[in-house]
């Protein structure tokens, strides 16, 4: 047990998926996995292991933002012993050639601070994705038909923004979409040598103010689910 996840040792399986909601993760690992079973539920944080096509898999929640992601991913890492972790969450679209549906697939988050500011200082790190998780996920959104975009995103600290000249400048610089927890999750990945990746469905957009209608989101959710599964065990 840790301080936040109440797992007992073996009970996380090596590749996690973490969906911000952890009644997410509870849809994801009833409808996906086989034999789900909760391994956690310490403040109401879901998280469930069970196998999908015989291997073994964690569902866990990370609740929003990159400070609460980034507890559960240094726990999972460092005394779980996880060594794969995709982030499967939704984001808004910046840019006029992304569509309300279309999946992301993110190669880089750029943030204005994360919680490993305080270790980087003056250093621009640059948060990436693992590459051959990328790879797979990208060859299996496409043979699912899913509209697919690969590149930047942008992990804000602030859902709510007052500074709405900081998303123009993130869609001057072609970066696809924001979100909340993508660029902590790179960056602890990256620390302590697992892989990790963000692959995310555009449930608003910045510039044209769609909404994905909530019946639609169970569906999207649901492909972001099995393109995680299927490039994990690529
Ligand atoms: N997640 C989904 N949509 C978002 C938005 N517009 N801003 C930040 N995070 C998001």
């Given at each position: 047990m840790t301080i936040h996840i109440g797992a007992k040792p073996g009970d996380i399986a090596q590749t996690v998926l973490m969906p911000g909601d952890?009644?997410?993760a509870k849809w994801a690992a009833e409808t996906f996995l086989t034999a789900p079973r909760l391994v956690n539920e310490v403040r109401g944080m879901l998280g469930f292991t069970g196998t999908w096509r015989g291997n073994e898999v964690t569902i866990h929640g990370s609740g929003m933002g990159m400070p609460?992601?980034?507890i559960y991913a240094n726990e999972l890492i460092r005394d779980y012993g996880a060594k794969t972790l995709i982030r499967i969450g939704s984001c808004g679209g910046m840019q006029?050639?992304?569509?309300i549906r279309d999946v992301i697939v993110a190669m880089t988050a750029s943030s204005?601070?994360?919680p490993s500011r305080g270790i980087?200082?003056?250093l621009n790190f640059a948060p990436c994705a693992d590459w051959s998780l990328l790879r797979a996920a990208v060859t299996a959104a496409e043979a699912k038909g899913v509209t697919t975009h690969v590149?930047?995103?942008?992990s804000a600290d602030v859902f709510y923004d007052e500074r709405p000249d900081l998303n123009e400048q993130m869609t001057r610089h072609g970066i696809l979409g924001v979100e909340m927890e993508a660029a902590e999750l790179y960056n602890v990945a990256a620390r302590h040598g697992v892989r990790a990746l963000a692959v995310l469905t555009v449930s608003d957009h910045l510039l044209t103010g769609e909404a994905l209608p909530s019946e639609d989101r169970e569906?999207?959710?649901g492909d972001m689910?099995?393109?995680?599964?299927?490039?994990?065990f690529a």
């Amino acid at each position: 047990m840790t301080i936040h996840i109440g797992a007992k040792p073996g009970d996380i399986a090596q590749t996690v998926l973490m969906p911000g909601d952890p009644y997410r993760a509870k849809w994801a690992a009833e409808t996906f996995l086989t034999a789900p079973r909760l391994v956690n539920e310490v403040r109401g944080m879901l998280g469930f292991t069970g196998t999908w096509r015989g291997n073994e898999v964690t569902i866990h929640g990370s609740g929003m933002g990159m400070p609460s992601l980034s507890i559960y991913a240094n726990e999972l890492i460092r005394d779980y012993g996880a060594k794969t972790l995709i982030r499967i969450g939704s984001c808004g679209g910046m840019q006029n050639s992304v569509g309300i549906r279309d999946v992301i697939v993110a190669m880089t988050a750029s943030s204005v601070s994360t919680p490993s500011r305080g270790i980087f200082r003056e250093l621009n790190f640059a948060p990436c994705a693992d590459w051959s998780l990328l790879r797979a996920a990208v060859t299996a959104a496409e043979a699912k038909g899913v509209t697919t975009h690969v590149g930047g995103i942008y992990s804000a600290d602030v859902f709510y923004d007052e500074r709405p000249d900081l998303n123009e400048q993130m869609t001057r610089h072609g970066i696809l979409g924001v979100e909340m927890e993508a660029a902590e999750l790179y960056n602890v990945a990256a620390r302590h040598g697992v892989r990790a990746l963000a692959v995310l469905t555009v449930s608003d957009h910045l510039l044209t103010g769609e909404a994905l209608p909530s019946e639609d989101r169970e569906k999207s959710f649901g492909d972001m689910v099995e393109i995680a599964l299927e490039s994990a065990f690529a």
